[in-house]
């Protein structure tokens, strides 16, 4: 098909539209999803993580609650910790990391050192004091640790009772503005 130069007294220029390379958008088609899951994964983890620390951090009073049970009825802290363990009341993340404890225990390592690792891998300041409170009781044989022990507990149920009372402000706050839009509604 010959097209024509001229037309009237101008003169045409004619050009063939160029294609995309249809591997240059698959290429980046890919990059693109590539780039969304390496996000998405990221976002999953750090959802899992905050996930897991709150976890951490509700089940903490409930094994302060049951160490002191089975201590104040007599029980070493193996004993008492190897019950809580066989009792698998706690949730799911702190059951992990106590049976991952006792088997150590168990493998050979000193309860100090079981105790120590306990509180690094729960990552948490509640858990790192626990686990110092425990390993100083191993080591100095105290018989405070009951006393003690309950007053963390204390401790820990002021600040959730702190934290509730935050949040159900935060929360009166967020509802603020839907109020504001329903009352000009009305």
């Known amino acids: ?10 003169e045409i220029i004619w050009e063939e539209e ?3 390379n249809p591997a240059v958008t698959i290429i980046i088609l890919i990059v693109s999803v590539i780039i969304a899951l390496y996000f ?6 750090h959802n899992k993580t905050l996930k897991r620390q709150k976890e951490l951090r509700y089940a903490y009073p409930e094994l302060v609650t049951k160490l ?12 008492a910790w190897k019950r809580i363990v066989r009792e698998k009341r706690v949730c799911n993340s702190l059951w992990m990391q106590m049976i991952i404890t006792y088997h ?3 493998e050979g390592y000193s309860e100090v050192e079981a105790f120590t690792r306990f509180g690094k891998r729960c990552r948490e300041p509640y858990y790192l004091r626990f686990s110092s409170l425990i390993t100083q009781n191993i080591k100095r044989g105290s018989s405070k640790i009951i006393e003690l022990l309950n007053n963390e507990t204390q401790e820990m149920k002021e600040e959730r009772k702190s934290n509730a009372r935050k949040k159900g402000e935060e929360a009166g706050t967020k509802l603020l503005l839907p109020m504001v839009m329903l009352l000009f509604v009305v």
């Open 1 to 10: 098909l010959r097209l024509p130069v001229v037309f009237g007294d101008k």
């Open 68 to 79: 002191i049970l089975f201590m104040g009825a007599g029980a070493s802290v193996r004993e």
């Open 104 to 106: 150590e225990m168990e």
């Open 40 to 45: 998405f994964y990221d976002y999953d983890l």
């Open 18 to 20: 160029q294609s995309q």
